[in-house]
């Protein structure tokens, strides 16, 4: 692995005047940004239709692109929708995604430029050629015709072919316009690291079309649903709610579901990141019908069986293991021996002793480091709420002796000078923004996942100093670094 750098934002979190970021213009402007600034990896959030929550990590399905992610201007290229359409759908506010307004309005938008589509056939030749999409479109439809009601409480089986042929298109045009994005990515020296979370949500086409693959009683209910113990971010742990695979059965036939999900995120991404990788060597079951995650037992996964097999789908590719949270020496061997560089949090470094691994004089090369995660409180709001005793030791820990209002750069360096192979940070913490930008509180159901950046924050920034971190660190060349 090659020296290199990269910035955390997700596609939501891009600017633009249609309610959301977009697989548009600013996609490509934002990689120009990247590709002057000496960097070399765009890390994204999950891709898939987020929950109610607007959570990306509990979805309809793993095979999902976020409809709202379709780019409204190109559809108006396209002859998709009309002048007008595209004029009703400008924004309130460019600095949070409008998320109450995208439930109402965009999904019916996308159905008229759906109805007007001439030649379907690249729509079903991508629909045959990724039959998990396929059940994702079927899923939702006959949602839509059961009221939006669980699947295991459906009555209408056939879906309206409208609605069907809607979500069909959504999801190649999602795909479609994003593999141009990837490509614009690539031709300039940057590659995408998307994110796979671990677990699907119950109530999805996951679940609903690989029953057998879960652990469900005969009502077809979970027997126990996934979530961590009690830890940094929780007292009470985290109540996650999905449902845990059956791993036995899975394994039968040599993980086939989790190697079709492996091959579709490495169609969006360059490499992923393994969502609560230690939940492989170890997962954490909770009786259904609990109200917090303290009942809860630690299970035997699949370990390096299952590692083995996504291997053998995914070759050199990078994958990250998101290493975080109880870490016991078994998950420390399962990272080892799957040959997955592991995360270091800068963030974590100064909550420990002088032994924590993650403070940068601890990381070795094959780590992936961070300031912090999409978790975590942002680099300037970890500092502000920092007990003075801790403050000072970090300031002295990155050489730093002024105010200390003023003393991120400093820390920044220090993450660019580590040992880390690949170091990764949020665009919040380019930016030096506050609490109130994070983009997510772990254990909070609603204020998440809104945040937005703004074209005029971004020119705010100057890609000299982070290219000149970049060479002066040697983390430029990523031309040589294929993931």
């Given at each position: 692995m090659k020296r290199s750098s990269g910035v955390l934002m997700h596609v939501s979190s891009l600017w633009g005047e249609y309610s959301e970021g977009s697989f548009g213009m600013e996609a490509c402007q934002w990689i120009d940004f990247l590709a002057d600034g000496g960097f070399s990896v765009w890390q994204v959030l999950p891709f898939c239709l987020p929950d109610e929550c607007n959570s990306p990590y509990k979805s309809f399905s793993a095979f999902s692109i976020n409809p709202n992610f379709i780019d409204l201007p190109t559809l108006r290229a396209q002859g998709l929708i009309t002048a007008?359409?595209?004029?009703?759908?400008?924004?309130?506010?460019?600095?949070?995604?409008?998320f109450d307004r995208l439930s109402r309005e965009r999904f019916a938008l996308l159905s008229q430029a759906a109805s007007r589509v001439k030649d379907r056939t690249p729509i079903e030749a991508f629909l045959e050629a990724h039959p998990q999409v396929a059940n994702f479109c079927r899923f939702m439809a006959i949602k839509a015709a059961n009221n939006g009601e669980e699947w295991v409480d459906w009555k209408q089986e056939e879906p309206d072919e409208k609605v069907l042929e809607a979500w069909q298109f959504t999801q190649y045009e999602a795909y479609r316009q994003w593999c141009e994005v990837k490509a614009y990515a690539n031709a300039r020296g940057i590659s995408i690291v998307g994110d796979i979370p671990i677990y699907v949500a119950y109530d999805s086409a996951d679940v609903w079309a690989n029953q057998s693959l879960f652990q469900l009683?005969?009502?077809?209910?979970?027997?126990?649903?996934?979530?961590?113990?009690?830890?940094?971010?929780c007292e009470d742990g985290q109540l996650w709610g999905n449902p845990l695979y059956d791993w036995r059965r899975m394994k039968q036939d040599g993980y086939a579901w989790w190697c079709e999900r492996m091959s579709f995120m490495l169609?969006?991404?360059?490499?992923?990141?393994?969502?609560?990788?230690?939940?492989?060597?170890s997962y954490f079951s909770i009786p259904a019908g609990e109200?917090?995650?303290?009942n809860g037992v630690w299970k035997k996964g699949p370990g390096m069986s299952l590692i083995r097999a996504l291997r053998r789908v995914a070759g050199e590719k990078l994958i990250i293991a998101e290493d975080l949270g109880d870490i016991t020496p078994a998950v420390h061997r399962l990272v080892k021996e799957s040959g997955c560089p592991?995360?270091?949090?800068?963030?974590?470094?100064?909550?420990g002793d002088e032994n924590s691994p993650h403070l940068p004089h601890n990381y070795d090369f094959h780590s992936v480091a961070y300031t912090g995660t999409h978790d975590n409180n942002t680099l300037l709001g970890f500092v502000w709420e920092l007990d003075e005793q801790t403050r000072a030791r970090l300031m002295e820990y990155c050489g730093y002796e002024g105010d200390w209002n003023a003393c991120y750069d400093a820390i920044l360096r220090t993450m660019f000078a580590s040992h880390a192979g690949l170091l990764i940070l949020p665009v919040q913490d380019l930016l030096l923004f506050g609490r109130d930008t994070r983009i997510n509180t772990p254990g909070r159901a609603v204020g998440n996942w809104s945040y937005r950046l703004t074209r005029e924050q971004l020119a705010s920034l100057s890609t000299k100093k982070f290219s000149h971190w970049n060479r002066l660190y040697s983390r430029q060349s990523f031309r040589e670094y294929h993931l």
């Open positions: 007008d359409e595209l004029a009703s759908a400008k924004q309130e506010t460019p600095y949070l995604c409008e009683d005969r009502r077809k209910r979970p027997t126990s649903v996934a979530g961590v113990p009690p830890d940094y971010f169609e969006l991404f360059d490499g992923v990141r393994i969502d609560h990788f230690r939940g492989l060597e109200t917090t995650a303290r592991g995360m270091r949090v800068l963030q974590f470094g100064f909550l």
